[in-house]
């Protein structure tokens, strides 16, 4: 897997950098691990906030093969609750073109000492 870009200065739990972005794009990789899987169980565990139109896409017989990857994460080096621009790419067969690889941004918060994955929004 891709190592997320950051800074390397302790953060504010002592923590180095690279171990606080791994952790933060751990969270992320989570959502899109979940997504692969089309487990709806699995993506409300990793992303609470997830939408119903996003359940419904995953749960969709008209998806066949479906697959995700996520890279080019950019971790703020500071904060409890961060906005991380990466790109996602969804490929799948039917019938229509899929949309392919699209900036988004993911908004990750420490809940009880782990990052989760609270918010996402398309266009980075």
């Given at each position: 897997?891709?190592?997320?870009?950051?800074?390397?200065?302790?953060t504010?739990?002592?923590?180095?950098a690279?171990?606080?972005?791994?952790?933060?794009?751990?969270?992320?990789?989570?959502?899109?691990?979940a997504?692969?899987?089309?487990?709806?169980?699995?993506?409300?565990?990793?992303?609470?906030?997830?939408?119903?139109?996003?359940?419904?896409?995953?749960?969709?017989?008209?998806?066949?093969?479906?697959?995700?990857?996520?890279?080019?994460?950019?971790?703020?080096?500071?904060?409890?609750?961060?906005?991380?621009?990466?790109?996602?790419r969804?490929d799948?067969?039917?019938?229509?073109?899929?949309?392919?690889?699209?900036?988004?941004?993911?908004?990750?918060?420490?809940?009880?000492g782990?990052?989760?994955?609270?918010?996402?929004?398309?266009?980075?």
């Amino acid at each position: 897997p891709e190592t997320p870009t950051t800074t390397d200065p302790p953060t504010d739990e002592g923590e180095s950098a690279g171990v606080r972005a791994a952790a933060i794009a751990s969270a992320i990789r989570g959502f899109t691990d979940a997504l692969q899987s089309r487990d709806p169980a699995r993506l409300r565990a990793a992303f609470p906030a997830v939408e119903q139109n996003c359940l419904d896409f995953i749960g969709s017989d008209a998806i066949r093969n479906l697959r995700v990857d996520a890279s080019g994460f950019t971790v703020p080096p500071q904060g409890d609750r961060v906005d991380v621009p990466f790109t996602l790419r969804l490929d799948y067969d039917s019938g229509a073109p899929a949309p392919g690889a699209r900036p988004y941004r993911a908004t990750v918060e420490r809940q009880n000492g782990a990052w989760v994955m609270v918010g996402l929004q398309s266009g980075g």
